[in-house]
Nanobody
Framework: QVQLVESGGGSVEAGGSLRLSCAAS????????MAWIRQAPGKEREGVVC???????IYADSVKGRFTISKDNPKNTLYLEMTSLKPEDTAMYYC?????????????????WGQGTQVTVSS
């Protein structure tokens, strides 16, 4: 059974940094494409960044240059390094996975989801 467990969220001031982690079990992460997807209150889910099986990445324009995704295959763990955080980054952040060989930022393309971790950025 595939399980994704996020951690690392919290409250920071604008300009601060956070590192999110997503521990995967029940499958081998290198065989999956994965993503970080966020949802702010009252808004639609938004794909933030994804990484495919081969290590290629796609970033949303809103986070380019500030967020970095990485994957540690031996540890079956996905990371999201977030710097220069802005109040508009405030959201619940979800780790998601798909068996597709390539990734997209479209949330509907992901089959497996974690429970989410809250990120709050104050101005």
């Amino acid at each position: 059974q595939v399980q994704l467990v996020e951690s690392g969220g919290g409250s920071v001031e604008a300009g601060g940094s956070l590192r999110l982690s997503c521990a995967a079990s029940g499958y081998t992460s290198r065989d999956f494409s994965m993503a970080w997807i966020r949802q702010a209150p009252g808004k639609e889910r938004e794909g933030v960044v994804c990484i495919d099986r081969y290590g290629s990445t796609i970033y949303a324009d809103s986070v380019k240059g500030r967020f970095t995704i990485s994957k540690d295959n031996p540890k079956n763990t996905l990371y999201l390094e977030m710097t220069s955080l802005k109040p508009e980054d405030t959201a619940m952040y979800y780790c998601a996975a798909t068996t597709r060989m390539v990734c997209w930022l479209t949330p509907e393309t992901y089959n497996y989801w974690g429970q989410g971790t809250q990120v709050t950025v104050s101005s």
